[in-house]
């Protein structure tokens, strides 16, 4: 059984660029979450993926934007990057019909 | 409110004393809390959870006691060792609108001293 995977491990990119990031769901598992980690606090919810379709939303401006795939893997999006987006992105992948989290490693993103 | 408190903010223990973290919560929606451990470098990892309807849950070494009417939640770490210096959050799960949202507390660090 594989865990959650997600790529890349980190990122450099500059204020106004763009950025997607990667996230390979543990096997089985139907329902996928985005979390920001700022430095020294608890993830924060961004948003949740079932059936590839967006079905919570966190605290975040529209310039955070993701996708599912069919095969339950995801991309979290995030346009217009700015200083305080720098951060741990957190993927998690469960199932919907119980509450059992599995994060992945993160992407360390740094923006400059 | 959707928030949670957790205290304290750092902890420093004596290799096999007693770890206690405690959270506290707003939001009676809330019916799943469970505890996450973060080492550097990685992603949290589940610990341990309770559901509301209990009042104290055990495995292994780690213990959750949960008092639904002062709203509040906390670990307790037996025996603790070296190899559990961590960072630790306690989370509460809102089943709303659809989805599972997971608030977390800000973090305890833990370092336990030979």
């Known amino acids: 059984e594989t865990g959650v995977t997600q790529s890349p491990t980190h990122l450099i990119k500059t204020r106004g660029q763009q950025v997607t990031l990667r996230c390979s769901s543990q096997?089985?598992?139907?329902?996928v979450s985005w979390y920001q980690q700022a430095l020294g606090q608890g993830p924060q919810f961004i948003f949740q993926?079932?059936?590839?379709?967006?079905?919570g939303r966190g605290n975040f401006p529209p310039r955070f934007s993701g996708l599912q795939f069919p095969n339950y893997s995801s991309e979290l999006n995030v346009n217009a990057l700015e200083l305080d987006d720098s951060a741990l992105y957190l993927c998690?992948?469960?199932?919907?019909?119980?509450?059992?989290?599995?994060f992945g490693s993160g992407t360390r993103l740094t923006v400059v | 409110q959707q928030q949670v408190k957790q205290s304290p903010q750092s902890l420093i223990v004596q290799k096999g004393g007693i770890s206690i973290i405690n959270c506290a919560y707003e939001?009676?929606?809330?019916?799943?809390f469970p505890w996450y451990q973060q080492f550097p470098g990685k992603g949290p990892a589940l610990l341990i959870a309770i559901r509301p309807d209990v009042s104290e849950k055990k495995e292994g070494r780690f213990t959750i006691s949960f008092n639904k009417s002062a709203k509040q939640f906390s670990l307790h770490i037996m025996d603790s060792q070296p190899g559990d210096s961590a960072t630790y959050f306690c989370a509460a799960l809102w089943d709303g609108a659809g989805s599972y949202q997971l608030t977390f507390g800000k973090g305890t660090k833990l370092s336990v001293i030979p």
């Open positions: 096997s089985g598992h139907n329902t």
């Open positions: 939001n009676t929606a809330f019916d799943y």
């Open positions: 998690a992948s469960s199932l919907v019909e119980n509450y059992g989290y599995t």
């Open positions: 993926y079932y059936r590839e379709e967006e079905n």
